[in-house]
């Protein structure tokens, strides 16, 4: 899934490269820190790696995407994983924040090792500038449904049953072929006229799926700028 160009197209640079500033300045030595995917995260690296290197920090890196791992290389930050090391921290990005701090997440495709990190920490940032709080989820995004290919007309009429009145297949941008995920899934995109409380559980018990890009009630810091 490597076809994301997080460096160079980013839109609301300013306020991005502000966010990934704020985060930096949290790094300590010795911690072990999620590593969010997406534009604000891509940066947000790139200021830790800056700081790392002034002030001569040992940390390491659980990145969520291949693109992530291939960006600490780049880097020199080591990485580690959930099975071999515990999170201090994590940081992300979302698509979406509505009022009760649930996102949607996952347009850059890398939802499912997201949510792991969320799920395996209690100290959890969100960088997001103003363009993306929203008054009710799904407002601006579809959400993200990461799921086999071969299950997909089963997945889609148990999504409609939920309500869905949208589902289209997300391709890739580089071959015109549906896009294949890090876990070689592919991602379906569900516009709800409503998204209900116990929606990501319910799609996570589809059978074929493997996650969503819905993140309720999670322990969350929102950060502006």
Known sequence: MQEFDWKNNIENR???EALARKMAQRVKNGEVIGFGSGS???LTIEEIAKKVKQEK???QAIP????IENLCKQLEIP???LQESQLDWCFDGADEVDKNNWL???MGAALYREKKNLKNCTE???LVDDTKFVDFLGQKHPVPVECDFEKIETIKRKLEELGAYQITL???NNTKQPLITDNGKVILHVHFHKIYEDYEEKIRKIDGVLESGLFINYPLHIITV
Do not use: D, F, W
């Open 14 to 16: 300013k306020e991005k």
């Open 40 to 42: 604000t995260s891509y």
């Open 104 to 106: 949607i997440k996952g």
């Open 79 to 81: 990485t580690t994983t």
């Open 170 to 172: 997300r391709m890739s």
């Open 57 to 59: 920090l040992h940390i």
């Open 64 to 67: 969520t995407s291949k693109i």
């Open 124 to 126: 959890n940032y969100i």
